[in-house]
């Protein structure tokens, strides 16, 4: 389900937002966002990888202030991470680039725009107060 703000609601875990992308996408399109390339032997092994990392909660212990902030090829984010382009993100959610890249500003973090974009690139840009990046496929040659 959607919110007024158009957030995700009643979903905990990967696997709750995999089982409510399968129930409600047509089969072609979760496919392409569920499935990895060729043997998916990438696929597989990033999953394992995270399936390695645990968190280790350390409740009602005082911490130090916590600053994610880092620089990616020189750009400040307030993440120690950037949203990766997605081709085609609007196919399966509403204005989807536009909706990823205001979310990657309103976090503090960078949005990648594939090429293979749904939405035009000037209103991905105005979407995000953050960085916005272009992944250019030469498609066709150069
Ligand atoms: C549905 C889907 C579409 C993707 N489209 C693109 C794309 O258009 N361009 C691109 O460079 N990478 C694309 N990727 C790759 C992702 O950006 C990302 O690199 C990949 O999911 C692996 O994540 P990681 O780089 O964090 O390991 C796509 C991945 C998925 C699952």
Redesign the pocket.
């Known amino acids: 389900m959607l919110d007024g703000r158009n957030r995700v609601t009643g979903i905990f875990t990967i696997e709750d937002l995999r089982r409510r992308a399968r129930s409600r996408l047509p089969r072609v399109l979760f496919d392409?966002?569920d499935g990895g390339a060729d043997g998916e032997v990438t696929l597989r092994e990033?999953c394992a990888v995270f399936d390695r990392v645990r968190f280790l909660p350390r409740n009602a212990a005082a911490m130090g202030t916590c600053d994610l902030r880092t620089t990616v090829l020189g750009t400040p984010v307030e993440l120690p991470f950037l949203l990766?382009?997605?081709?085609s993100s609007r196919m399966f959610f509403r204005r989807g680039e536009c909706v990823a890249a205001a979310q990657a500003g309103a976090a503090g973090t960078a949005y990648i725009l594939?090429?293979?974009s749904g939405c035009r690139l000037e209103e991905v840009k105005a979407a995000s107060s953050g960085p916005v990046w272009y992944?250019l496929?030469l498609i066709g040659g150069r």
Do not use: F, K, W
């Open positions: 392409y966002i990033n990766a382009p997605i081709g594939s090429t293979l992944q496929y």
